[in-house]
């Protein structure tokens, strides 16, 4: 399961609501620690972590989706076309970005 670093979960999640991700759980070892999140849409899982050591800042992960059209729009961003998939390419607000695709049929 992949895992993106980001700086502020909360503010993360926001974001990948928008996605259609919802929140499952968030861990904290004490209160005012950094926070560890798995969000899920569809069977797909991801996790957030706030630990500075968990991930590399600007990771890339690849979703495949049904209809990449209804991401684009939601995004506002064009799509392009591929061999083997239309695509979209988002950046979370922490820069790791999201390769967006629905394969070419």
């Not at 399961?1 to 070892?29: C, I, N």
């Not at 957030?48 to 800042?57: C, I, M, N, W, Y």
């Not at 695509?87 to 070419?104: C, F, I, K, Q």
Request: hydrophobic share 40%.
């Amino acid at each position: 399961m992949p895992v993106l670093r980001v700086a502020d979960a909360a503010t993360a999640v926001s974001w990948y609501e928008r996605l259609g991700f919802t929140k499952q759980w968030e861990h904290r070892f004490e209160p005012g620690y950094p926070a560890f999140v798995e969000i899920a849409r569809d069977g797909v899982k991801l996790f957030l972590s706030e630990h500075t050591g968990d991930a590399r800042p600007y990771t890339l992960v690849y979703l495949s989706v049904r209809d990449v059209g209804a991401v684009a729009d939601e995004f506002g961003v064009p799509v392009t076309t591929a061999p083997w998939a239309r695509e979209v390419e988002l950046r979370d607000p922490d820069g790791n970005r999201l390769r967006v695709g629905t394969p070419a049929e």
